[in-house]
């Protein structure tokens, strides 16, 4: 199974400035395949057949020209990897897996993929040594953390070299011998769950229910980020403010301005290295505490949409939409990160070899977990949730895990049921099921249950 590493790597000042100029060739070699195919696909709109259009190539030689000579000094193995990344990556949008190649910038472009002729990694004296360069362009040794140490057996062809915000990281991927023949499919796994009884079904199933309060919660734990973690991002949230106001005063292209610049950039990467630290750790427990996880098919970017503008009975007036308040919601679910909490939790649990099934997130909060009544005022405030029907109180996070886990199983046991979704793990009712409903809430339907009545 192949598995991912990243080292932490100091390069001297020749080595970062080489480095930097190197990433720079990478990446307009990889702009200008994008504006070529741009402008490629526009003359065959106009003058060509319809349905003929260019076929990407790896080409990349008819960019070194008079109007760009530092090409001329760069390594051409960085040119042609840069175009090969660039054509792989446009056969995967063929194949539907991405989207189309787009420009980069030096934000979201701060990378070079270095194969067997750039690098080399020998144990040279019991200590393992990188050497970055050619006999040409040779950068010596590059200074790297060895948290991990490399195994002979298992040494990497290509590398790739990284830059976030002046930190230089080493990443490449290897085979950690683990056989990928052992593991069932969500098939697999749900046509044998589909054997257990309800109350094993129950013991089994660990219900995940993601929030802005409570992170993670399940049926019986809370995973929530500590006080001191907390503490400190309020610090850097008015230290982010002090110097987003000092940014709006100074020149812009000054060396203030730059070191402004910087800061900034550490105070975001210091806020998602803690984001990342606790979805790390949280996903970990879940998953070796776990035997199957369900979590919701949420829509995030569904959900931090911005508000839709409400017009007024006047031409070109409008009325309050609560636009301020739906921003800070908006900002509020992006920082806690309920996406990569759940791509951390797939492959955590594939390597396990644990099933991760999703079920319809609608009315998860206000359906109650001990009769089904479904009304919004079962959960009047963001904590608290009791039931207008039957009178069941509980924290409202925790009785939507419960709530979680029974449509989880109502839909397991229906024979209808079939996985959908792009990861196929998307549990999805057949024609007798209702698909936003548990047992529960189906038996209080047909008795009535789901009514406005208020318990006594």
């Known amino acids: 199974m192949l598995t991912g590493i990243r080292y932490k790597a100091t390069p001297t000042d020749h080595q970062a400035r080489t480095l930097a100029q190197w990433i720079g060739c990478a990446r307009m070699i990889w702009n200008a395949k994008c504006d070529e195919d741009r402008y490629l696909r526009a003359f065959a709109r106009k003058f060509l057949p319809v349905g003929t259009y260019p076929k990407p190539d790896k080409a990349y030689s008819q960019y070194k020209t008079e109007l760009t ?16 990344i660039w054509a792989q990556t446009y056969q995967d949008f063929f194949k539907g897996r991405c989207g189309r190649p787009q420009p980069k910038n030096r934000i979201r472009g701060n990378y070079i993929w270095l194969t067997r002729e750039l690098f080399q990694l020998v144990k ?6 990188l050497r970055i360069g050619t006999k040409k362009n040779d950068l010596g040794e590059l200074k790297v953390k060895w948290h991990r140490k490399p195994r002979a057996d298992r040494l990497p062809n ?40 309800v109350d094993q079904l129950e013991s089994l199933i660990t219900p995940l229910d993601r929030g802005v309060a409570r992170p993670v919660q399940t049926h019986d734990a809370t995973y929530t ?8 991002q309020r610090g850097r949230e008015k230290y982010l403010k002090r110097c987003q106001r000092k940014l709006a005063r100074q020149k ?29 750790k949280t996903s970990r427990a879940v998953v070796d505490s776990a035997k199957v996880i369900v979590l919701e098919d949420l829509k995030l970017a569904n959900m931090t949409k911005r508000a839709a503008p409400v017009p007024g009975i006047a031409p070109g007036c409008w009325l309050a939409n609560g636009a301020r308040a739906k ?19 797939d492959y955590k649990a594939y ?17 109650c977990a001990a009769c089904g009544h479904t009304h919004p005022e079962n959960r009047r405030t963001q904590a608290t949730f009791r039931c207008l029907y039957c009178g069941h109180a509980d924290n409202a996070d925790r009785n939507a895990a419960l709530v979680i886990r029974q449509r989880a199983i109502c839909l397991i046991l229906h024979s209808g049921t079939e996985l959908a979704g792009s ?28 009514s406005k009545k208020k318990a006594a």
Do not use: M
């Open 124 to 129: 040279e004296d019991g200590r393992w040594v």
């Open 225 to 232: 980020v500590d006080t001191t973690a907390l503490r400190k």
């Open 423 to 450: 990861k196929k793990n998307v549990l999805r009712p057949g024609a007798n099921a209702n698909p936003r409903k548990t047992p529960a809430a189906q038996a209080a339907s047909a008795t009535g249950g789901s």
């Open 327 to 345: 921003s800070g919601l908006n900002k509020a679910l992006l920082g806690v990160g309920l996406n990569r909490l759940e791509t951390y939790i």
């Open 252 to 280: 812009k292209g000054s060396n203030r301005r730059k070191q402004t610049l910087a800061r900034v950039a550490r105070i975001h990467q210091k806020t998602a290295s803690a984001r990342d630290d606790f979805l790390h």
């Open 351 to 367: 390597r396990q070899n644990k099933p991760v099934f999703k079920v319809n997130p609608v009315n998860t909060s206000r359906e």
């Open 69 to 84: 000579p530092w090409l001329k000094k760069c390594p051409s193995q960085i040119l042609r990897n840069s175009a090969t």
């Open 158 to 197: 290509s590398i790739w070299i990284r830059v976030e915000h002046g930190r230089w990281s080493v990443s490449f991927s290897y085979d950690d011998g683990k056989l990928d023949d052992n593991h069932l499919t969500n098939v697999e796994h749900l046509r044998w769950l589909r054997r257990c009884s």
